[in-house]
Each structure stands twice: as C-alpha cells, then as structure tokens.
C-alpha cells in the first residue's frame, strides 16, 4: 500500500541565518564589499575569478545598500534592474564601467556619512570614501587610458596598502541601527558621483587634448575643480548685493514648472475684474491648466461650490478662510509639490476672503447710502415740520386784528412749505440731479428771508446777484443752523440770530446766535460722526457737511463761546466757479 508523500518541513536554518544577517552591522557588510571588490580590481586573478570576487562584491553591496530594509520585500518590477546592473558589473570588461560603478558607490558612501550625526558614525564611510576615490585615481582611471604604465611602487601601495582601509572599517566598532532611506541625502550623493565622473571626464579629456602624463593631467584637473568650486561657493551666498545662486535655486525649485509669478499676476488681474468672490474662485482654478501634476479638483464656499479638471486616485485637502479646496493627483505628491500646493492654496483663500470682504464693505456701502438718504431726508421733514408749527403758533396766538397780517403770511409761507415738501419728494426720486440744481443767489436769499421772517431773524447780505448756487445744499444747511440756533430761544427768550451771505471774494453762509456754545467733545465730532441730540437724530450736520464736501463747500464752526456761536459755510478753492 503506497502512502502518501508528505512535504518536507522548510529548513529552519534559512530563517535563522536569515535573521542572523539582518543584525549585522552595516560597517561590517561595508568592509566585506569593499574587501571583495580589492581582490577583484587589484590583483591580477584569472577572469573567472576577478569575475566570483565582483559577483560576491555585489551580493555584499545588496546586503549594505541604504536604499532598501533589508527586511523589505523587494518587487519584481525591482528585481529586473538588480540583476541588470549584476550582469552588466561582472559580464562587461571595461574599466570605464568600473569607473562608473566607483562613482555611484562614492555618491551613496558620501550620502550616508552626510546622515550620520556624530564623528564616531562619519568614521567608517570617510575611510571607504577615501578608499574608493583613491582606487579610481590610482588604480582604474589609469587603466582606462590604456598607454598608462603605473610605477611598480605604486602597484604595490594600490595592492596591499589600500586594503588596509577596509580592514579598518571591519574592526571599527559598528553602529546596530539601520537608516531608513527617508534619511539619505540624496542630493549630497548624486552631487558627489556627478563631481566624481567630471573629475574622470577631466583627466581623460586633459590627456587627449594636452598630451600629458597622467599625473600632470591630474594634478590639473583637480586644480580647475578647486577653482570652480571656489567661484561656486562664491555665488552661492555672495556679499555684494547679488542673490546668489541658493535663492535662485530655491525660487526655481520652489517653482516646480510653474510660471508662479505669471499665474500670480493673472490672479491679482482677475481679481479686479471679477467682483463676484465664488465667480472669481472658479474663473481663478480653471487656470491652473498647466499643472501637468494636479489633474482636477474641488472647491467649497459659503454661496456656492463647483468643480474643476478630473478626478484622481490620490487627493490633498486645504483649508483657509472659509474656502474649502480639494486637489486631485494622479501619483502621491512629493514634500516640495505638497508645500506648492498648500501656497497655492493660501493665496487663493486670502484673495477670495478679500473678495468677501469687498462684497460685504458694497452691501454695507449700500445699506449706509440707503440710510442717510433716509435720514437725509428725515432731518429735512423735521425742519419743514419746526417750521409749520411755529406758523400754527403764530395763528393760535393772533388776534381778530391780526387777521389780515395773518392771511397775507399763510400767503407767502404755504407755498414755501409745499415747494420744500415738493422738493423732499423730489430728493427721494432723484436724489443726484438734486444735488446738482442751482439757483440764483438773489431768488436764494429772499426766499430764505420770507420762511423765516416770522422768526425775528436778522438777515445780512452785501450786494446780492445772480450768482449761482446749489439750491438743495444751502436750503438743506441753512434750514439746519436757522432751526439750531432759532431752537435755543426756548430755554433762553434773549436770544439773538443772524444770517449772513457774502459772495466776493468766495460764496459763504454763516449762522449766528448768542446763545450757549456746543460742548467741546461734541463740536469735535460734529462734522465727522453722528452725535447725541435731544431733540432730533443727530445727524443733522453730519449728513450737511458731507453734502458740502461733494458740492466743493467746507462746514464749520470758527466760533464757539459764550454769547458767540458762528456757523460758516464756505466754498473752498476746489469748489467750481460760480
């Protein structure tokens, strides 16, 4: 009876030497490269054995190589280049391929000594650094010109001496921790293989042209890279007034292919042609087209949301005064496009909070318009209203003998009443041709002097014409100080008030009582703010002064005291000529 053949168990022993591996040290696997790569460069082994040494060189870099944990799982996509770059290193006989392969090895060598913090840690990858650009200057790179004999001592040195720098680094003591690859310097050690390769590429092009010697050809490479690295220290943080190359480079990386100064020139120009703060948000992302790295996105706003471009796999998400961006990516962003896009998304939200701002101070500029219109208008009622009952007052009290005197006032006042009130309604319908109509300064006066000559008001003018003046400013001024002033004889009957118009050498209107002056906290803000009044709104002046400003006029108060108040309404030097 046949009995079914069972799999064997897996060998233990992979998973324990496999763990055992892994807490090596990395100096240790660094020394055993580099060991390995000296007895497949510099000793002159058969080919088959120069070839075991670089594959085992390579099976040791596999096992030091900061780019990948050891413990990760390693992709087959991955593996494909791994075996090429293998192959290639131990098939290609060619010492510039050696010499390419230094290069790389000093680039990652120098990028992890540029990670560690202490001497202790910078230790061993100094010495391989050393090691490294001491085979390939005095080993490889001689080779690779072909007609380059090396002095027997300096094969000597090269074989046996330039061990002894690996077998340091094997005895040094080694660091337990592994870096992680998030920790390289990546650009430290693609500079420093790049560095490497011009320095190789210098020598051989030096011993082409000039038709040196070897070490002359060196001597003046390495004197022109010190020159060029000096002029580039130099203006990378000069100090007569240039940027340098460090902010050019940073502007230009910080940049990522986009023309941010044009797109943000553009931004600034939507934004004072589009007054609408949703319109001006989508008008502004439906921009941004030329971000190959950003294939769409979304926006949400406090009136509105919409969209733009196409969705994505992969999605960033900002936010900043109350405008709400998601940003769709086809590949994950890198920290420097991550950093661009939470810019772009700061400026975006403090134009579109300055665009609600905007739209609120419109809302607040028409609401305000709307309400001194109002109280405009109101203050105008008020007076028209003072007025009609000083005249009920003046019926109350006449007598049987006052009937014709009454009757031939009722005359004259009605229709000033009706024209003021006519006026009024006219100022709500259209209120800026109101300000605009004039009058003749001599029809002005005398139909001052008849609404108030009831009001025992004394009335000065000096040679009164046809000089014109806008009507609706000097009724609505006059009527306000006449009613002020007249106002204060019911708490004081000795009162006296003048008015006055002169119109050489400017047109001026002062209104003048005897009676208590304005307290000075008031007089400040008299022109400039509404302020508190017992008897009416307050705004009376305010609202007249602001109407004198637009007109070319100027109210002010040039006396204030004691048995001396002036008004005075005068045409300032901007005003237009009559």
Do not use: C
């Not at 202490?118 to 080993?139: C, D, G, I, M, N």
């Not at 000597?156 to 340091?168: K, N, Q």
């Not at 637009?550 to 030097?573: I, K, M």
Request: hydrophobic share 50%; glycine share 6%; charged share 20%.
């Amino acid at each position: 009876m046949l009995e079914r053949i069972r799999p064997a168990p897996p060998m233990p022993w992979l998973g324990t030497l496999a763990g055992r591996l892994t807490r090596v040290a990395p100096g240790r696997w660094l020394a055993l490269m580099l060991l390995a790569l000296h007895a497949a460069v510099a000793f002159d082994a058969e080919a088959a054995l120069s070839r075991a040494f670089l594959l085992a060189h390579y099976g040791l870099f596999l096992l030091w190589q900061p780019l990948v944990r050891s413990e990760a799982r390693i992709e087959p996509r991955l593996a494909l280049p791994v075996f090429a770059m293998a192959a290639l290193l131990v098939l290609a006989d060619s010492p510039w391929v050696l010499a390419l392969w230094l290069a790389v090895l000093a680039g990652l060598v120098g990028a992890v000594a540029a990670s560690r913090n202490t001497s202790r840690q910078h230790l061993p990858y100094l010495l391989a650094l050393a090691y490294l650009l001491a085979l390939l200057l005095a080993w490889v790179l001689p080779q690779s010109l072909g007609d380059t004999v090396l002095p027997a001592e300096l094969e000597l040195a090269v074989r046996y001496g330039l061990s002894v720098l690996p077998l340091a680094i094997l005895f040094l003591p080694g660091e337990r921790q592994r870096g992680a690859s998030s920790t390289l310097d990546f650009i430290y050690g693609l500079m420093l293989s790049l560095l490497v390769i011009v320095m190789a590429l210098g020598v051989f092009a030096v011993v082409a042209v000039a038709r040196v010697s070897y070490a002359w050809a060196l001597v003046q490479t390495l004197l022109g890279m010190a020159a060029l690295l000096l002029a580039l220290s130099w203006l990378w943080n000069p100090r007569a007034g240039f940027t340098g190359l460090g902010q050019l480079t940073s502007r230009y990386l910080l940049s990522v292919g986009l023309p941010f100064e044009g797109w943000a020139q553009r931004l600034a120009t939507l934004a004072e042609r589009e007054r609408d703060p949703e319109s001006f948000v989508r008008d502004a992302l439906a921009d941004l087209h030329e971000l190959t790295w950003i294939s769409g996105g979304h926006w949400q706003a406090a009136r509105g949301d919409g969209s733009f471009g196409e969705l994505a796999a992969h999605r960033v998400v900002h936010a900043f005064h109350g405008l709400a961006l998601t940003w769709y990516a086809p590949r994950p962003l890198t920290p420097s496009l991550a950093l661009h896009v939470r810019l772009l998304s700061q400026l975006l939200g403090y134009f579109y909070a300055a665009k609600v701002r905007e739209q609120t101070l419109r809302e607040q500029a028409y609401s305000q318009a709307i309400h001194d219109t109002g109280a405009r208008l109101t203050h105008d009622v008020k007076n028209i209203l003072q007025s009609m009952k000083t005249l009920l007052a003046a019926v109350d009290t006449a007598t049987p003998e006052d009937s014709d005197r009454l009757l031939a006032l009722m005359k004259r006042q009605v229709p000033q009443f009706v024209a003021r009130l006519s006026q009024t309604v006219d100022k709500l319908k259209q209120p800026a041709e109101m300000d605009v109509a004039h009058i003749d300064a001599r029809s002005w006066w005398l139909a001052l002097r008849t609404r108030y000559e009831h009001d025992d008001v004394r009335f000065e003018a000096d040679d009164v014409d046809d000089t014109p003046l806008p009507q609706d400013l000097f009724d609505s001024v006059a009527d306000n100080l006449l009613t002020n002033a007249l106002r204060k004889r019911q708490h004081d009957p000795s009162v006296t008030v003048g008015a006055r118009l002169a119109l050489k050498p400017h047109v001026e209107l002062t209104v003048s009582d005897s009676g208590a002056p304005a307290p000075d906290h008031v007089a400040r803000n008299l022109f400039l703010s509404p302020v508190a009044s017992d008897s009416g709104l307050g705004v009376g002046l305010y609202q007249a002064a602001r109407q004198a400003a637009r007109s070319g006029y100027r109210l002010d108060l040039p006396e204030n005291e004691a048995g001396g108040v002036t008004f005075r309404l005068q045409a300032t030097d901007s005003s237009p000529n009559p």
